[in-house]
């Protein structure tokens, strides 16, 4: 069965500096997408990065990477140049390549950026 | 701004009332989805439609009933709720049903007392 495991309840980091979020994946299917959302207070779900589990790149969108280490099951969201902004819930993802539609979401990891 | 709306944006309502959240996206995606995020769960997927037609139910209770009249549009009929029905309902689209990205509406905030 699909899973995502978010170790980090809330993380903090300084203003400009980078930070890790950890994600760990399970699932017997070969094929899948990993994806990073963001949600500030409003509630709203921000995509910020995908990563699909053939790509032999890690995927980058502007600050954001994907640590993407595929043996280890793990895609970590590493934001660099943290801004004030950046302060949210963000959420692992995972989706299922063959024929799944389903994506179920990791538990969340809040970062709080401090000036 | 976001292409998907949600309104009402808040909703307060009894245990015996009937209300419904609207979802309406701008994108020309042909599928839409509802999600669940309660305050200590991950997000749960509740219903998933695609081209208007219902292709999951993720053994969602009764007292939450889908609508989809068309692709632009997506209701979720609530009636006689419970307070642990109270949660953040999220709608989403993306262009098809086996599309790498969701696109979320902002939310609707749902308190049942």
């Known amino acids: 069965a699909q899973k995502i495991t978010q170790t980090q309840p809330g993380m903090f980091v300084q203003e400009k500096e980078a930070v890790t979020l950890d994600c760990t994946y399970d699932t017997s299917d070969p094929s899948y997408g990993l994806f990073w959302y963001k949600q500030p207070s409003s509630g709203e779900m921000i995509f910020l990065i995908y990563?699909?589990?053939?790509?032999?790149q890690n995927a980058t969108e502007g600050r954001y990477s994907l640590n993407f280490q595929k043996a280890r099951k793990s895609a970590n969201l590493v934001i660099s140049a943290s801004q004030l902004g950046d302060s949210a819930m963000y959420f692992c993802?995972?989706?299922?390549?063959?024929?799944?539609?389903?994506?179920?979401f990791g538990a969340g990891t809040r970062l709080f950026v401090k000036a | 701004e976001t292409g998907v709306t949600q309104t009402p944006r808040h909703l307060v309502m009894g245990m015996t009332n009937k209300k419904s959240l609207k979802c309406e996206q701008h994108l020309g995606h042909n599928a839409m989805y509802w999600y669940k995020q309660s305050a200590k769960k991950p997000l749960e997927l509740m219903f998933v439609y695609s081209l208007e037609e219902r292709v999951e139910n993720n053994s969602v209770p009764s007292r939450f009933s889908p609508e989809c009249p068309n692709s632009s549009h997506l209701f979720l009929h609530l009636h006689t709720l419970q307070p642990e029905d109270s949660a953040l309902y999220l709608c989403a689209s993306s262009p098809a049903l086996l599309s790498n990205t969701i696109y979320f509406g902002e939310g609707s905030w749902l308190t049942v007392v």
């Open positions: 990563q699909g589990s053939y790509d032999q």
């Open positions: 993802a995972m989706r299922e390549g063959n024929g799944g539609f389903k994506t179920i």
